[in-house]
Antibody
Framework: QVQLQESGPGLVKPSQTLSLTCTVS??????????WSWIRQHPGKGLEWIGY???????YYNPSLKSRVTISVDTSKNQFSLKLSSVTAADTAVYYC???????????WGQGTLVTVSS | QSVLTQPPSASGTPGQRVTISCSGS????????VYWYQQLPGTAPKLLIY???QRPSGVPDRFSGSKSGTSASLAISGLRSEDEADYYC??????????FGGGTKLTVL
């Protein structure tokens, strides 16, 4: 059974960089064929796709966030990461990592982690 | 304002059949698969329907999905109290962007 777990600071100051890591267990990131994904949910709102990194290293980012987002993979640790720069209060959200068997085909999700942007 | 349009709310009584719609365009629903996710209060979303109308193992056959043109629907038959949740449609857009609908809050009366 694949499991994903987000980790990282729960509080980030405005203008700084939000950094989160997703640790995958029960399966190998380097096994191929999957899209490793980040999604966020603003408080009381709907889901927003942030981006994917395909096992080959190709990345796809939400155009509205593209200038500030970087998703990377560390196969040695079976982890993938999200960096979102120049954050504001509008980036306060629950951040989820997920495994994609296809584009938007997200079959396993982490439990989510709340990140608050505040001074 | 989401590119995929869902009604904000839906409701039904136990045993009823309810449907939730998701409207998109030729660049997303019209040319790509539709997925549905169920989010129970305080939990992560869960895949409910994939590739328009397929159910993952463990999802009851009370849940079904369909797609026609640039719209899709999720149907829930034999409504139960535990179906009370938020439901999201999702699709890829040919502009190389992942999309989610705005979500529909289902209330079981």
């Amino acid at each position: 059974q694949v499991q994903l777990q987000e980790s990282g600071p729960g509080l980030v100051k405005p203008s700084q960089t939000l950094s989160l890591t997703c640790t995958v267990s029960g399966g190998s990131i380097s096994s191929g064929g999957y899209y490793w994904s980040w999604i966020r949910q603003h408080p009381g709102k709907g889901l927003e796709w942030i981006g994917y990194i395909y096992y080959s290293g190709s990345t796809y980012y939400n155009p509205s966030l593209k200038s500030r987002v970087t998703i990377s993979v560390d196969t040695s640790k079976n982890q993938f990461s999200l960096k979102l720069s120049s954050v504001t209060a509008a980036d306060t959200a629950v951040y989820y990592c997920a495994r994609g068997r296809g584009l938007q085909f997200l079959d396993y999700w982490g439990q989510g982690t709340l990140v608050t942007v505040s001074s | 304002q989401s590119v995929l349009t869902q009604p904000p709310s839906a409701s039904g009584t136990p045993g009823q059949r309810v449907t939730i719609s998701c409207s998109g365009s030729s660049s997303n629903i019209g040319s790509n698969y539709v997925y549905w996710y169920q989010q129970l209060p305080g939990t992560a979303p869960k895949l409910l329907i994939y590739r328009n109308n397929q159910r993952p193992s463990g999802v009851p056959d009370r849940f079904s999905g369909s797609k026609s043109g640039t719209s899709a629907s999720l149907a829930i038959s034999g409504l139960r109290s535990e179906d009370e949740a938020d439901y999201y449609c999702a699709a890829w857009d040919d502009s190389l962007s992942g999309l989610f609908g705005g979500g529909t809050k289902l209330t079981v009366l």
